[in-house]
């Protein structure tokens, strides 16, 4: 059983298992994301291109979405163990849901980027943008220049994921490497317990079922996050 003290360093990388008892959809599950959209035709930048406006709208159904869930006993775990752990604890989540920030977690990396966020593709300019006029179908223009279409903050497919060097600096560095709510299909995020391992970190997971990288975790919960989550932190604590 993993062990912390408050000098222990921790990187957590968290997946949509651990959103998905907030009743956001989790993607490779039966009933997934991907059963209704085929990747390619949503989260590529040449679905952007081929196809905008299904594109904008299947992300704007995600966003609105963002206003009817709340964060769960996961989430709020995380909190305490970063309320104990402080700037030791590293939460890395491929999520693009803003549970986490929501719940009061603060050292996070949004590593696929952030539904809450446009970016405009002239000026480069990031902005926040859940108002309900921000929420229709209709494409936002840029508040900063003179770009009628921003487009989604996310990672799409043959994209680069955000903050990788920080990401890795911190695996490389850390006591112990969580993964929570992921089935390791997705890469490089799914290779962060590589590093970790060969760095001599303790590999702990926590999924509904066995990930792809199951075999290198060192301790692993199966079941659900929301249930196992609480128990798990207040034993790691007390
Ligand atoms: N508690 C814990 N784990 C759960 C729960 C739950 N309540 N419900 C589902 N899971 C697990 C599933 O068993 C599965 O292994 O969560 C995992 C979700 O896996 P995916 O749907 O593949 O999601 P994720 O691993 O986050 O996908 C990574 O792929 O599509 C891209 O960019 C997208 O960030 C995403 C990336």
């Not at 159904?61 to 989430?75: D, I, T, Y």
């Not at 309900?132 to 996310?154: A, G, M």
């Not at 600096?169 to 590589?194: K, N, R």
């Amino acid at each position: 059983m993993v062990e912390f003290s408050p000098d222990t360093k921790v990187v957590i990388l968290t997946g949509a298992g651990i959103s998905a008892e907030s009743g956001i959809k989790t993607f490779r599950a039966s009933d997934g994301l991907w059963e209704n959209h085929a990747i390619e035709d949503v989260a590529t930048p040449y679905a952007w291109e081929r196809d905008p406006e299904l594109v904008w709208n299947f992300y704007q159904g995600r966003r609105s979405q963002l206003k009817e869930v709340e964060p769960n006993p996961a989430h709020q775990a995380l909190v305490i163990l970063e309320q104990y752990l402080g700037d030791n604890l590293l939460l890395v989540t491929q999520n693009v849901d803003d549970l986490h920030s929501r719940a009061g977690s603060k050292n996070l990396i949004h590593m696929h980027g952030e539904l809450r966020i446009l970016r405009c593709e002239e000026c480069h300019e990031t902005f926040d943008m859940m108002e309900k006029e921000h929420l229709t179908d209709q494409y936002v223009p840029c508040p900063s220049c003179s770009n009628q279409r921003l487009r989604p903050h996310i990672v799409w497919f043959h994209e680069m994921p955000f903050q990788l060097p920080e990401i890795y600096a911190a695996v490389e560095e850390c006591d112990v490497f969580m993964t929570i709510g992921t089935s390791g299909h997705v890469y490089p995020a799914a290779g962060l317990i590589d590093v970790a391992k060969q760095s001599g970190a303790l590999c702990v997971g926590v999924n509904l079922d066995e990930p792809m990288n199951y075999e290198l975790h060192d301790e692993f919960h199966q079941g659900k996050a929301g249930e196992l989550l609480p128990n798990l932190v207040n034993e790691w604590l007390s």
